[in-house]
C-alpha cells in the first residue's frame, strides 16, 4: 500500500480507501440497496482494510440515515484503533431532518450537523470535512466562513469538497485566500475508466491549484466489475440491480471492459483489478474509494494496488476510453503554443 499527501498538506492517506456507504442501509429504500453490513461484519471488514495498510476511511452523514456514522465510530472503538492512526472523513449538506433548516450549507445547518456527526462517530474531530455538493441557496461565502470556523476550533482538521464543478471550486477558492479562510484541500468526484468526464476541467483545475483527488464509484456502481450483462444488468444481484448509479454510458463502459479483459486475463487478475489499476496509475488521483459489502470483494479491491499496468496497456486503455474531442478543448489544442 502507497500513501500519498492530501493535496498540498502534510497529511499522508492510503491510496485506497474504505468507503462505508454499505454500512447500516436498512432493510428498504436507496440504502438498503447499496448495502446493508451490520456491526460485525462491517468490524471484520475494517480490520481487513487496516491489516492491509489502508488507513482513510470515508463516509457522510447521509449515508444510510446516519447508522453508516455510528457503525464506523463503533467499529474503531471495537477494534481499539488508536485515534492516530486513521484518517477518517465525512460529509455534510444532504437532508438529515423534515425541517426547512436540516439540510444544505448553510452556516446554521453545517453547525448543527457536525456535532451529530461527532457524536455518531464518538470522535472529539473530524479529519477531513467535505461539503457533499454545491448549494445554490446559501452564499458560498458563507459556507466557507463556517468551515473556517470549524478549523479554528478544533473540531475539523481539514476541509473538502464533492461533486461541484471546476469554476465553483475556483471561485472557492480565490474567496477562501483572499478572507484568509481554511481552503478546500481535495475533491471527491466520480471517476473510472468508464467515465472521465472530469479530465475535461477538474483534472486541470486541480493539478493547477493544488487539490488532491478522492475517487468515489471507480468501477461505475459495479458495472465495471466485468460480471454484468450490460444492457441487462439489473437482472443480476449487484448494486446496479436496485441503484442503477451512476449514470454510465453503456456502451463507453462495453469497450472499456473489451479492452481491460485482456490484460486481465494475460495476468491472472479481475476485471475490477484493471480498473482500479488504471485509476492507480492516473497522476491527479490521490486515493480511490472502495466498498465492500464481502471480505472477498474488498481482497480482490485490495489486490489491485499490486497491478503494475505497462506504458503499452496503459496506452490501449486509454485508446479505448477516450473523450470525444469537445469545444473548447479542441481549440485549445490547435492554438496550443509549444516553441517561440
Known amino acids: 500500500m502507497r500513501y500519498k499527501p492530501l493535496g498540498r498538506t502534510g497529511l499522508y492517506v492510503s491510496e485506497l480507501c474504505l468507503g462505508t456507504m454499505t454500512f447500516g442501509g436498512g432493510t428498504e429504500g436507496m440504502w438498503a440497496s447499496i448495502g446493508n453490513l451490520q456491526q460485525g461484519d462491517v468490524d471484520r471488514l475494517l480490520r481487513q482494510s487496516l491489516d492491509a495498510g489502508i488507513n482513510f476511511l470515508d463516509t457522510a452523514d447521509v449515508y444510510g440515515e446516519g447508522r453508516s456514522e455510528q457503525i464506523t465510530g463503533q467499529a474503531i472503538r471495537n477494534l481499539g484503533i488508536a485515534r492516530d492512526e486513521i484518517v477518517v472523513a465525512t460529509k455534510v449538506m444532504g437532508r438529515m431532518g423534515q425541517g426547512p433548516n436540516q439540510l444544505g450549507l448553510s452556516r446554521y445547518h453545517i453547525m448543527e450537523a457536525v456535532?451529530?456527526?461527532?457524536a455518531r462517530l464518538g470522535l472529539d474531530h473530524i479529519d477531513l470535512y467535505q461539503v457533499h455538493g454545491f448549494d445554490a441557496t446559501t452564499p458560498i461565502e458563507e459556507t466557507l466562513e463556517a468551515l473556517d470556523t470549524l478549523v479554528r476550533h478544533g473540531h475539523v482538521r481539514y476541509v473538502g469538497v464533492s461533486n461541484w464543478a471546476a469554476w465553483q471550486i475556483a471561485k472557492a477558492l480565490g474567496i477562501s485566500e483572499r478572507r484568509g479562510l481554511a481552503s478546500f484541500v481535495s475533491l471527491q468526484a466520480y471517476y473510472s475508466i468508464a467515465g472521465r468526464d472530469l479530465e475535461r476541467e477538474l483534472v486541470p483545475m486541480m493539478q493547477s491549484e493544488g487539490l488532491g483527488l478522492m475517487v468515489w464509484s471507480p468501477l461505475?456502481?459495479?458495472?465495471?466489475?466485468?460480471?454484468?450483462?450490460?444492457?441487462?444488468?439489473?437482472?443480476?444481484?449487484?448494486?446496479?440491480?436496485?441503484?442503477?448509479?451512476?449514470?454510465?454510458?453503456?456502451?463507453r463502459a462495453r469497450g472499456a471492459i473489451d479492452a481491460m479483459r485482456p490484460i486481465a486475463e494475460a495476468r491472472g487478475v479481475s476485471v475490477a483489478q484493471v480498473a482500479l489499476a488504471?485509476?492507480?496509475?492516473?497522476?491527479?488521483?490521490?486515493?480511490?474509494?472502495?466498498?465492500?459489502?464481502?471480505?472477498?470483494?474488498?481482497?480482490?479491491?485490495?489486490?489491485?494496488?499490486?497491478?503494475?499496468?505497462?506504458?503499452?496497456?496503459?496506452?490501449?486503455?486509454?485508446?479505448?476510453?477516450?473523450?470525444?474531442?469537445?469545444?473548447?478543448?479542441?481549440?485549445?489544442?490547435?492554438?496550443?503554443?509549444?516553441?517561440?
Request: proline share 5%; charged share 20%; hydrophobic share 40%.
Open 115 to 118: 456535532k451529530a456527526s461527532l
Open 220 to 251: 461505475a456502481g459495479g458495472l465495471l466489475s466485468g460480471k454484468f450483462d450490460i444492457g441487462n444488468e439489473k437482472s443480476g444481484e449487484g448494486r446496479r440491480a436496485g441503484f442503477d448509479f451512476p449514470p454510465v454510458d453503456r456502451d
Open 278 to 340: 488504471w485509476l492507480l496509475h492516473q497522476p491527479a488521483v490521490t486515493s480511490v474509494i472502495v466498498g465492500a459489502k464481502r471480505a472477498d470483494q474488498l481482497t480482490d479491491n485490495i489486490a489491485s494496488t499490486q497491478v503494475a499496468l505497462s506504458a503499452d496497456e496503459l496506452a490501449a486503455l486509454g485508446a479505448a476510453s477516450a473523450l470525444p474531442s469537445e469545444y473548447p478543448g479542441w481549440m485549445f489544442d490547435r492554438q496550443s503554443v509549444t516553441s517561440r
